[in-house]
């Protein structure tokens, strides 16, 4: 069977982490969002996956290659041009995108499903497919509900008793909300949806496509499930996706590593004194990680692979990416740390020049000034003594 995923956007909500990182390969505890959505789909009996692509394509395209290590078949669709010799990333929009796969030799020859690159979902695929062949539906929207205080933070599904879609709202508020039904990006398409999406233009599944099936009368449901689903397009999103994959509360994604302690979860050779650090779990700590002396870690927290945690620093419900080096001192509450970068919960940046803490968050494999100064007292301390 065949499926598609959506993974050509930019990602702008969820900066800094997209500067480098393309939304598909955002990890989940080392584990890329996307390597997710394979296993489910394979699991699922989808082995044929297209891919759009478009910002950081190469890094997508390099990391899943062809498919075959997960178990199943990739090709990718390029949305963009070449100037100077450098890509340059021009999505077509969700629907477009599809339009251009299919326009350039007919892909899609039967239901198909498209997933959004960009959240965990635990959803029986194979049910989801089989109510909406028997509705005779040409789209289906797979829809959640959500509590009513929550509906303004998501598009919302209108549909009646038979699960028609009548109408949708675009973040409503509580009061003007029609519905709890909130969709999650995940739908199921008939090849003869593609009449409704024009070719060579950019148009979007949602805003474009949606509307013009409801107006058009065409057989349009939503199925509303109850499933695992983790969105990640925010980076408030993200930060309660690593609490709670941290606190057991996303059943699909297990706490890599060894539990070396009741809640304390590493990878290979870290380095840690564990009698003169404190720690509290639920915390993850990466490969080759040092946390010296003095450190305090408190959870649910997350440090990434290949970072140095210096004494009398405290990590408190914070994610620290990879290759991050927190100098003496430095206390991180609600953060995250992604290179030179730190926001908070939120996603709001924090300054680190405004916050002197510029010379204290940095790349572990940058000659930081705390070094400098650490060898000038060195110096000093010899220069001290008797010859």
């Known amino acids: 069977m065949k499926a598609m995923i959506l993974a050509a956007g930019k990602g702008t909500r969820v900066r800094p982490i997209t500067h480098t990182i ?5 990890p989940i505890l080392q584990k890329p969002v996307m390597e997710f959505l394979l296993e489910l789909l394979r699991q699922h009996g989808f082995d044929q996956i297209m891919v759009n692509v478009s910002h950081l394509a190469a890094e997508i395209e390099n990391y899943f290659r062809d498919g075959q290590r997960f178990g199943v078949q990739i090709g990718y669709s390029f949305e963009g041009r070449i100037e100077d010799g450098v890509l340059i990333g021009d999505a077509l929009g969700s629907a477009g995108g599809l339009r251009n796969i299919q326009d350039f030799n007919p892909f899609f020859d039967d239901t198909f499903v498209v997933l959004c690159g960009d959240a965990l979902i635990d959803l029986d695929l194979t049910a989801a497919v089989q109510w909406h062949r028997a509705k005779g539906s040409i789209a289906t929207i797979i ?36 519905s709890t039904c909130i969709n999650t990006g995940i739908y199921i398409f008939e090849p003869e949806v593609f009449n409704f999406i024009p070719p060579k233009e950019k148009y979007d599944i949602g805003s474009d496509l949606f509307p013009k099936l409801v107006a058009k ?85 997350m440090i990434g692979p290949n970072c140095r945690i210096c004494s009398g620093t405290i990590v408190d419900n914070s994610i620290i990416f990879e290759y991050s080096r927190l100098g003496p001192g430095v206390r991180l509450v609600d953060k995250l740390v992604f290179g030179r970068y730190c926001v908070d919960k939120e996603g709001h940046t924090i300054n680190l020049q405004e916050a002197a803490l510029d010379w204290l968050i940095t790349d572990v494999r940058e000659r930081s000034p705390f070094d400098d100064r650490q060898e000038v007292k060195a110096i000093a301390d010899l220069l001290k003594q008797d010859p």
Not at 22 to 26: A, G
Not at 232 to 250: C, F
């Open 22 to 26: 393309p939304k598909p390969l955002i």
């Open 143 to 178: 829809t959640k509900s959500v509590p009513k205080e929550d509906v303004s933070s998501y598009g919302v599904v209108v549909s009646d008793d038979e699960g028609k879609i009548l109408s949708f709202q675009e973040k409503p508020s509580v009061d003007e909300a029609l």
């Open 217 to 301: 009368g065409a057989p349009f449901y939503a199925l509303n499930m109850e499933f695992e689903w983790v969105d990640i397009g925010k980076v408030p999103d993200y930060w309660h996706a690593i609490r709670g994959v941290l606190q057991r509360e996303v059943k699909n994604v297990q706490i890599p590593g060894i539990e070396v302690k009741p809640g304390i979860h590493t990878g290979l050779n870290v380095a840690v004194n564990w009698d003169q650090v404190e720690i509290q779990g639920p915390v993850y700590i990466g490969a080759m990680t040092k946390i010296e002396d003095g450190a305090k870690i408190i959870g649910p927290s």
